[in-house]
């Protein structure tokens, strides 16, 4: 519903040469689980449920060991249980802060409705009742416990209204450093033939045989479309030109959309007869064009090397 800078001022200038880090902190069944999973789809490596007293034993093994991986960590209440390890949680936060550390805390919270119908409908059980608290008493007692750890925050994010794309889009925001913004999505770029099945894992299919066949003809039969010859036949055809002159651009307008909706896989897939000629030529056309337009597509030629 609501996101929101908060707490601490990230003055990248002081901040010293090392890992930046990302803490996922906030109350149980507000979406920790769903943020760190949206990092992960980053490049981030992600710990969950780490105890506090372990964060700098963690950073100091990743220094160490010369990674440039970017770190997340999860703390919620299965760590942060009591009023001990509350003020624990916090002098590790502080320490972080204090050692220069690029360190972006965000705390996210979502309405005791909310989380009372989270619990009841996933069925899982919040971590304070196993000390004997009712659902509505562990929800109050966690806010009390967690709320120092709010006041630290960077960002705020309430996720009352949020799905989770949405929930995983604007930790997503979050998580791009140095103004920089991620792709989250692989995408994919693939050609097959329809006489061996339709890819299972496509999600965008464009039956390309319609176009003009190489295979009749003797002098390309044995060739391929990642050959020139073939290429130039194929798309030197005037549909394919009509066809491509559509279809690039509206793939790739449809990509940030199926990104903004939290989609981290995507394969476009092309087929023609065998796998061979066009949708192989095709295919390697739209991945050419893609990477124009800042993508960075995988080009698989699933049928390439099978039979015609």
């Known amino acids: 519903m609501s996101s929101e800078s908060h707490g601490k001022s990230l003055d990248q200038s002081t901040v010293k040469e090392r890992l ?85 805390l965000v705390f996210l919270e979502a309405s005791e409705e909310t989380r009372v119908q989270r619990f009841s409908t996933s069925r899982r059980s919040h971590p304070l009742t196993r000390s004997g608290l009712s659902l509505v008493e562990a929800i109050q007692q966690e806010r009390n416990l967690m709320f120092p750890m709010r006041d630290l925050a960077h960002h705020l994010l309430d996720t009352s209204e949020l799905n989770v794309h949405e929930c995983k889009r604007k930790i997503r ?26 890819p299972r894992e496509a999600d965008i299919v464009w039956d390309v045989r319609f176009l003009p066949n190489p295979h009749f003809d003797p002098n390309l039969r044995a060739l391929s479309g990642l050959d020139q010859p073939v290429k130039d036949v194929v798309l030197g055809h005037s549909a394919t030109q009509t066809l491509l002159k559509r279809l690039q651009p509206l793939i790739a307008e449809s990509l940030p959309a199926y990104e903004r909706e939290g989609k981290s896989y995507l394969t476009v897939a092309i087929g023609c007869t065998g796998g061979h000629h066009r949708s192989v030529a095709v295919a390697e056309a739209i991945a050419a064009y893609l990477r124009t337009q800042g993508w960075t597509p995988r080009i698989r030629h699933r049928d390439l090397e099978k039979p015609y």
């Open 173 to 198: 925001e979050i998580g791009t450093f140095d103004g920089q913004e991620q792709q989250s999505l692989s995408l994919q770029v693939m050609s097959f033939g329809f006489r061996h099945g339709v």
């Open 20 to 104: 930046p880090l990302i803490v996922i902190s906030g109350l149980s069944g507000s979406g920790i689980s769903t943020a760190l999973q949206a990092l992960e789809d980053q490049g981030f490596f992600c710990v969950d449920n780490l105890p506090p007293p372990l964060i700098s034993k963690l950073l100091e093994l990743s220094s160490h060991q010369g990674t440039n991986a970017a770190l997340a960590i999860g703390l919620d209440a299965r760590s942060i249980h009591d009023q001990e390890s509350a003020e624990g949680a916090i002098k590790a936060i502080k320490s972080i802060m204090n050692d220069g550390y690029f360190l972006q």
